[in-house]
């Protein structure tokens, strides 16, 4: 009884190390084809919007640069979330080590920050195309474009990375003996963290299309009240 419990257990030699959870061949198989899938339907189609901007000279405009931007964020989740958080969720042993864990976490939280980013840029840019277009080629130009996307990634790296290191610990607690496991200290450098990270990004976002919104609705209506006499004249 004792040579079978050990045998259940990622590493015997260890006491505290995880239970391996026993899952038919069939459904393991299954869930792993289904999760990849997705990553390589994820990578394949952002692929596919990367080559098309850079093929094409006339996508070369500052509202697909973001794009482009986005799409390449999206790609490194194809790439390295969902692979590897597969393997995470589906295998109870972690034998890829503690510093793949922590660059796995580092990703993760880079990605996320990353992406909210693009999409604040990509709101100020619809913004300034519906409710200014008079002046949006002067004011959204590739150059300033390509200065917001780089000064967007500069930060999200080293922002992601003072905060893995300053609030985020993947060692202690352990549940078991080597598992990929984050602890997450909720002081107020978790409360700064989702301040910047969610709700300033998400609070311009809304904000932004709110407005877009109620200006393109007011030009709706003044197109229908212009129209309106032409058709009583016919």
Known sequence: MEEHQDAQNCFPEHNSSCRKVLLSTSIYITLY???LSIGALTVFLNILVVISIFHFKQLHTPTNLLILSLAVADLLVGLIVIPVGTVAVMEPCWFLGKYFC?????ISYFIL???LGNLVLISIDRYVAVCDPLFYHSKITITRITCCISITWFCCIIYNAAFI??????EVPRRCFEECFIFEEYDWSSI???VITMVV???IIITLYLKIFVVARSQARKETKVQIPAVTEA
């Open 113 to 115: 920050s990353l992406s």
């Open 201 to 203: 990004p998400c609070s």
């Open 33 to 35: 084809i289904f999760f």
């Open 165 to 170: 290191k300053i609030a985020v610990n993947v």
């Open 192 to 194: 700064i963290d989702l």
């Open 102 to 106: 922590v660059f796995y976490v580092y």
